[in-house]
């Protein structure tokens, strides 16, 4: 049975909270699953995410491709369209990076997909600890600078406790 589309102005606070995640970084469905623990209205199970996930793709809200895999069952992985991207940062903001809505090349997809474990696993473990993530870089888009040379982390982020105070983390005191 085809899924329904939907008319290109509706766009629910799940579906913003998708957009979000995956301005961050591509995601798997499982990721996103996994990661819809921190929305207001989390997903139930898989199949729920794949059906929103591919409304979002007929939409032109989102991008689907295949993980390059040696194995069966390779996972489609999502990321922002321009479209996407749009809604969630207005017609007048600066556009990214032209591959942040593109293919991963095969050569990152395994540093990728391990970036994104990483988030979603951040992510989810702050919001059990009711500690908030804030200020989010994605790849190479934050530039810190270390001597004459700059550096561009994987990504970058503030955790902030329920105080407002970013906890004390790898310290000494």
Known sequence: MPLPVIPQRLVTAR??????ALAR??????QLLKLSETFAHPFTDLRRVRERLQILVAAGRVRQWRYATADRGAPNYYALSPLGYRILHGEDAPPPAKRSHGPIGIARQHHTRSLADFIVHTAVSAHRSGVSLSGFYRENTLRLSVGDESLFPDCG???IDPAGTQPNIGSNS
């Open 15 to 20: 579906d913003l909270d998708i957009l979000t």
């Open 25 to 30: 970084c591509p995601l798997t469905s499982e």
């Open 157 to 159: 982020f503030q955790l």
